[in-house]
Nanobody, 127 residues
Framework: QLRLMESGGASVHTGGSLRLSCAASGDTYSNYCIGWFRQAPGKGREGIAA???????IYADSVKGRFTISQEAAKNTLYLQMNSLKAEETAMYYC?????????????????????WGQGTQVTVSS
């Protein structure tokens, strides 16, 4: 069973940067579609970026050009580099993984069936 643990959340000012990490144990990321989601208070869950096990990468339009998803196989860790952060991006950030999604876009847009989730890490962006 895959277990996910996020870290790296913090409080930053508008325009700042953060790098989130998600360490996996119990299996290797290469067997999964993996990605990042966020949920702000009172709002629904939003898919941010994902990497399919075929290597394809997709980003939500709202973060293109500012966020970068990557993975380090040797550490079995997923990253999300976030630059030029905005106040409205204050949220709990979650990593997620599933072995069966057939493409990254579907993983981001229809996450209801994603099997594995981390506990989340809080990102607060203030002006």
């Amino acid at each position: 069973q895959l277990r996910l643990m996020e870290s790296g959340g913090a409080s930053v000012h508008t325009g700042g940067s953060l790098r989130l990490s998600c360490a996996a144990s119990g299996d290797t990321y290469s067997n999964y579609c993996i990605g990042w989601f966020r949920q702000a208070p009172g709002k629904g869950r939003e898919g941010i970026a994902a990497i399919h096990k075929d290597g394809s990468i997709i980003y939500a339009d709202s973060v293109k050009g500012r966020f970068t998803i990557s993975q380090e196989a040797a550490k079995n860790t997923l990253y999300l580099q976030m630059n030029s952060l905005k106040a409205e991006e204050t949220a709990m950030y979650y990593c997620a993984a599933d072995p069966l999604y057939e493409d990254a876009r579907y993983f981001l847009e229809w996450p209801a069936k994603i099997l594995y989730w981390g506990q989340g890490t809080q990102v607060t962006v203030s002006s």
